[in-house]
Every structure is written in C-alpha cells, then in structure tokens.
C-alpha cells in the first residue's frame, strides 16, 4: 500500500487566496483526521471523521476552515481566505488497526 | 481535558549514550499512550504504544511503560544512534476499545545524536 496520500507536499499562496489540501487515506480505514503542526502550537487536531461522516471539528480554528469528505477515498481541507497565521504544515491521518493512526507526509503551507 | 507534557528540547547525546525523554499526562478516563517520532520532512510514524497501565510498550530498542500511578509513558533508549535524531511525540488517545478518536499530542522533543 502507498500509504497516507498528501497534495501538494508544498503550497505557496498569498493573503486572502483559497487554498485546497487533498488526502488520500489508506484504503480500507474508515476514519481519517486532520492536523496542523506549527512551532508555537506543535501538533493540533483540526477534524477528523469516521466513515465519512464529521464527528468533531472542534479544532477548526475559524469559519475560514472547512473540509470535506465525500467518498472513503478522499478528503478536503479548505482554508478560505488564506492568512499568513495560517502557514503550517498540515498532516492528514487515517486508523488501521486500533489506536494505531497512519499519518502522511504533510503540505507544507506558506501564506506570504 | 486531556492534555500531555513532555521535556523541552533540543536533547543533545553523543552516541551510545543513555536516552530518556519525560512525558506525562492528564487525561479523564484511562487513555492509551503513544510515542510517535518523526524525521525531518516526513510524517509520523508510530514508534511503540501502551493501552493500559503496566503495559510496555517497545520497538527498535526503545521502550516505555504505562505509569498510572505517576501519570507517565517515559521514553528510553539504552544506546541511542545517529539515526535516531528525530523529534519524537507523546501523546494519548481516550478512544475506548481502540475506536477512532483523535490524538492529543505533547509539544515534541528534538533529539540529535552526535557522532
């Protein structure tokens, strides 16, 4: 299996662009998480959904931040106007086994 | 709610050498434990979990033991390695009998290991 698949790896935008991160969680696992990773916060959970369905996404940080997950194959994480606080690397995860999250390899964000 | 706490780094060793890196916890229910690591530019990876207290968890010579008592999952390593400059996580989940649930991470410790 290719694993977690993230795009793009990198992303730079400018202030008060949309930005769209996509992922692909190993096939078969039926709940998928975001995360965002910056140095003042480290790792922070944003959403995460079992079966497709959202079930918390209380560490949506603002309206701005939305995501999606309209088959088992792929999610969205839309960030709609951008800011430069925004800029961190954002990894999405999927559950195999249990406890055990597969995490993939990030976009990095840059919001200039 | 839940939360972790984990040493502040940069840890620098020189090879061989002892490791341990503190983590403790608070959490309502009866968490499991977790120790990600992580290298430069990548993902995490699971390095070793423990789902109840006693339990031990090790993977690559690296080990850590659920403490109810005291609230900790330490990590250690007998004689770390070069390659084993990472930043490693702690951090528990309250998922109940494995189900999805988020994790609640520590702020991570960078570890460099000098030849």
């Known amino acids: 299996d290719a694993g977690v698949i993230q795009s793009p790896r990198h992303e730079v935008t400018e202030m008060g662009q949309e930005v769209t991160l996509r992922c692909k969680p190993i096939?078969?696992?039926?709940?998928l998480f975001w995360y965002r990773q910056t140095m003042m916060r480290g790792l922070e959970l944003l959403i995460y959904f079992n079966n497709n369905v959202p079930i918390d996404d209380s560490g949506m940080p603002e309206d701005r931040f939305s995501a999606k997950m309209p088959n088992a194959s792929f999610s969205t994480l839309k960030i709609q106007p951008s800011e430069p606080r925004d800029s961190a690397v954002y990894f999405c995860?999927?559950?195999?086994?249990?406890?055990?999250?597969?995490f993939g390899p990030g976009t990095r964000l840059t919001v200039l | 709610g839940d939360s972790v706490t984990q040493m502040e780094g940069p840890v620098t060793l020189s090879e061989e050498a002892f490791l341990t890196i503190n983590c403790t916890y608070t959490?309502?229910?009866?968490?499991?434990l977790f120790w990600y690591v992580q290298y430069p530019g990548e993902g995490l990876q699971l390095l070793l979990k423990?789902?109840?207290?006693?339990d031990k968890g090790s993977n690559k010579g690296f080990e850590a033991t659920y403490r109810k008592e005291t609230t900790s999952f330490h990590l250690e390593k007998g004689s770390v390695q070069v390659s084993d400059s990472a930043v490693y996580f702690c951090a528990l989940s309250d998922a109940i009998g494995g189900g999805a649930d988020g994790l609640t991470f520590g702020k991570g410790t960078h570890l460099i290991i000098q030849p």
């Open positions: 959490a309502t229910g009866y968490p499991s």
């Open positions: 096939s078969g696992h039926n709940s």
């Open positions: 995860a999927s559950i195999g086994g249990p406890h055990e999250q597969f």
């Open positions: 423990a789902t109840k207290a006693d």
